[in-house]
């Protein structure tokens, strides 16, 4: 297995594990355009439930036109979830395989289906980020990833005006992109996210803030920017006086 595949397999096995919940086929027909749901089941299979008692397994060949051909049929955000998490365990079906092409485009379209099905936003800028980082090394084994860090930002800036009001949501954003590529939209946008999710955080949100903090001082720390850093260390230290992490950042400053 390559450097970048390893990358997205230890990423998507964190936010892409499998449900076994047995989904009522009854919760779901009244907001999709097919004639079933899919549902993941144990051993990464995919089953096809027409009503509670008619469940099949999905084919490799049924998901791929499910994922092209009928795609603008899919209309329940969970079916696509599951559908492109199938499709991301059988990269040989994509076009071309391993470009996640298929993949990205199921979760855009879960986005689009249900906005605040948050946790998508976050997986279509990795992966599409993931795309870039591939070009940015070899250019031959991912030639359509050059344009595609630019729209793993905009994905996310997508989710920032849904989740306006989130601290989590921003603080999350920041995490996904808060690569060392010296790329300046990307910097840019880590630090906007940063700055919103500190500004956002309310009093019931202290832990958030402090990890928020932290982390701009580190951002700020690694591209050079000491006085930056030393202001968000200290601003980390206002919430705990004894963050042990920003005490021994701001003894490195000295």
Do not use: C
């Not at 199921?106 to 591939?134: C, G, M, N, T």
């Amino acid at each position: 297995m390559k450097k970048g595949q390893t990358l997205l397999l230890l990423f998507l096995a964190l936010v892409m594990t499998p449900s076994n919940a047995s989904y009522a086929f009854s919760d779901y027909i009244k907001s999709t355009d097919v004639d079933f749901v899919i549902y993941s089941a144990e051993g990464g299979r995919l089953l096809k439930v027409r009503s509670d008692q008619d469940k099949t397994e999905l084919a490799p060949e049924e998901a791929l036109q499910l994922a092209t051909e009928d795609f603008n049929r899919l209309a329940d955000a969970v079916t696509v979830d599951n559908l492109a998490n199938f499709l991301w365990h059988n990269q040989g079906l994509d076009d071309p395989p391993a470009s996640y092409n298929n993949v990205i485009a199921l979760y855009k379209r879960a986005i689009e289906i249900d906005p605040a099905y948050k946790q998508q936003y976050f997986v279509a800028a990795w992966l599409l980020y993931s795309k870039w980082a591939v070009w940015n090394r070899d250019p031959e084994r991912m030639p359509d990833g050059e344009n595609k860090m630019t729209a793993a930002i905009e994905v996310l800036g997508q989710g920032s005006e849904e989740f306006r009001d989130s601290a989590p949501y921003h603080y999350r954003a920041a995490l996904t992109l808060n690569t060392p590529y010296d790329v300046p939209e990307q910097h840019e946008f880590v630090e906007k996210m940063l700055r919103k999710a500190d500004a956002l955080a309310g009093e019931e949100e202290e832990e958030l803030k402090i990890r928020a903090r932290l982390t701009l001082g580190v951002y700020f720390k690694r591209r050079g920017r000491q006085e930056e850093a030393e202001k968000w260390f200290r601003k980390t230290l206002e919430l705990d006086p004894a963050h042990e992490p920003a005490s021994r950042y701001l003894q490195e400053l000295e």
